[in-house]
């Protein structure tokens, strides 16, 4: 892991694709760092063009689990909650942490400042609790009915490098519904940030899915996107970071769904 400054960034950070890359690594995944420079939370606003890149390893990885899985002998299911697994454990469940805090908030608060309030709670209520059982259900179910396993693979790429740049948009459209939250303190990106992430999420869904699937695949990722940051804006009036992370779980969602769908 990196020290951080959480005033301002040290020399070492310059930016550019490679410090950037180490930069989200850290923010989005619980692999294993030494990095050789300092930076702050503001780092994000143009690290996050590395989003989708951090995605494609952890659905790289998620998606070697659920083969290795099933080369072992393992049914589809096992395989499937395996693979799911594999994720949470990368990513240190950071987003299930964070559709998890949004449901009970959303669920839970009477008002703006409630909702916030219980965002911010450690606790586990069981909004969160209903919210996490029926996505983990939702995404095994789906993993198990593709036909074959290198589809599997395929889509559990797709999804997980698409849906993190759903989080660069995130931050790019939305005000952040706090002064102390990490969407204040990281900052907007410009906007060939998401234009660049944007890019990688088109190319990497069109590479790996193909052109039908892959657009199919992204769109369906946009609208769970969308759904999520219009409840976000009505409830709390903007993202935070709780928010950005529930975009990447719904997106994540609504593709896998969207790519059963096509494929199946």
Known sequence: MTDTDTNTQQPGYKGGWIQEFLV????LTRLPMQLNFSFDISALKSACRAFPLIGLIVGGLSGTVFLLSVIAGFPEVIAALLAIGAQILITGALHEDAIGDIADGFGGGTNREKKLEIMKDSRVGTYAVVILVLIVLLKAASLTSFPDPVTVFSVLVVCAATSRGMMGWGLFL??????DGLGKQSGKPELITVLWLTILSVVIAVLVLGPYVGAVA???GMVGAAITGLVAQRQVGGQTGDVLGGIQQVSELFSILACLLVLA
């Open 24 to 27: 989200a690594l850290v923010f």
């Open 218 to 220: 992204l769109l369906a």
């Open 174 to 179: 939305m005000q952040p519904a706090r002064e």
